[in-house]
T-cell receptor, first 115, second 116 residues
Framework: KAGVTQTPRYLIKTRGQQVTLSCSPI?????VSWYQQTPGQGLQFLFE???????NKGNFPGRFSGRQFSNSRSEMNVSTLELGDSALYLC??????????????FGEGSRLTVL | AQSVSQHNHHVILSEAASLELGCNYS??????LFWYVQYPGQHLQLLLK??????LVKGIKGFEAEFIKSKFSFNLRKPSVQWSDTAEYFC??????????????FGSGTQLTVLP
């Protein structure tokens, strides 16, 4: 069974640009969550999508957005990039069904560097 | 809002030393508890998890954790660490709700360095 796949793995952008990251969840998983990982801050929750609808949202500015497609694949977009957006962006999927414990399965992440 | 605290940001041990990493959470209701590990250059993977039953849970690679409800704690332990345990460790908690579970909240992580 293939794991969570994220593309691209590495990218470099400059301030003011925008970026789109992609995530394919584990087959059968209908929920996709996005986290931002930075040194010392741990994982900060961005948002979760289920059945093409945003189910939960973290405390990030509106420059961070996402969407989910009918095949459960998800994208996140960051507009007007700032230096502080440099981070590892992690995608995670879960089954989200009755008795689901919330266990997340993570991809390897997309490392974004903003210059 | 729920929060998760990991008090040790960086722990350095010699091989064969015992390990205990602290994790405390703030939510007073029914919770699920997790420890994830991130080896250098690899994705986050589950070490162990607690949902109910025996508060002492065993995970992969000889790790175990104990849920102490009265202390809102879920500390991770290993009796004898190896160099290959060098990694970052994250505690995570979510609330059980209506037969399912809310979003995972993560601690800030503990970097463990094991010296050979």
């Amino acid at each position: 069974k293939a794991g969570v796949t994220q593309t691209p793995r590495y990218l470099i952008k400059t301030r003011g640009q925008q970026v789109t990251l992609s995530c394919s969840p584990i087959s059968g998983h209908r929920s996709v969550s996005w986290y931002q990982q930075t040194p010392g801050q741990g994982l900060q929750f961005l948002f979760e999508y289920f059945s093409e609808t945003q189910r939960n949202k973290g405390n990030f500015p509106g420059r961070f957005s996402g969407r989910q497609f009918s095949n459960s694949r998800s994208e996140m977009n960051v507009s007007t990039l700032e230096l502080g957006d440099s981070a590892l962006y992690l995608c995670a999927s879960r089954m989200l069904q009755v008795l689901d414990t919330g266990e997340l399965f993570f991809g390897e992440g997309s490392r974004l560097t903003v210059l | 809002a729920q929060s998760v605290s990991q008090h040790n940001h960086h722990v350095i041990l010699s091989e064969a030393a015992s390990l205990e990493l602290g994790c405390n959470y703030s939510y007073g209701g029914t919770v699920n508890l997790f420890w994830y590990v991130q080896y250098p250059g690899q994705h986050l993977q589950l070490l162990l998890k607690y949902f109910s039953g025996d508060p002492l849970v065993k995970g992969i690679k000889g790790f175990e954790a104990e849920f102490i409800k009265s202390k809102f704690s879920f500390n991770l332990r290993k009796p004898s660490v190896q160099w290959s345990d060098t990694a970052e460790y994250f505690c995570a908690v979510n609330e059980r709700w209506a037969g399912s579970a809310r979003q995972l909240t993560f601690g800030s992580g503990t970097q463990l360095t094991v010296l050979p």
